[in-house]
């Protein structure tokens, strides 16, 4: 039924076209659930990877729902609009990969309130504003991306708080 998807590198390449709709969370995010082997019967959580699908339009409001959210890959799709605030309450959230699309706006303060981001991926998009200085409350941050946007503005000295921090990258659209 879904030949280009495993349970290791996720949906990709499946040339989907047209909005990402509400519905898609249906047949898309749960493919990747599964309880653990502890006996606890915890589940695992959700991870979903939708690069390269020629997905268009904004990110739906009923992602909001997906609590057990821990890694949001849509990288390299033509994806508009500002990024949700919605996202800064997913608070499993470990992976934000939003680049290579047309994002537009600022990047929504709320993201530093994520006590478990370890990557956020912004770059190549068309993001204005500056950088939030709460961003430097994501002590679990430990890559940020943000060039190849439209940001203004000195870096936050509250990133200086990230010691975690390994991989930073800004700089302005070439």
Known sequence: MWPNCDSDSGTKGTQLKGQLVGGIINQFVFLRVRVSDNGRGVMERIKRNLRYNRLSGSIPETFKNLTLL?????????????????????????????????FDDSIPPGLGALPDLKRLSLYDNSLSGGIPHQLGNSSSLEELYLMDNW???LLPPELGNLTDLRYMIHGPRS
Request: no cysteine.
């Open 151 to 153: 940001l203004s503005g």
């Open 70 to 102: 821990s890694e949001l890959v849509l990288s390299d799709n033509y994806l508009e609009g500002p990024i949700p605030l919605f996202l800064g309450e997913l608070k499993s959230l470990q992976v934000i990969d939003l680049s290579n699309n047309g």
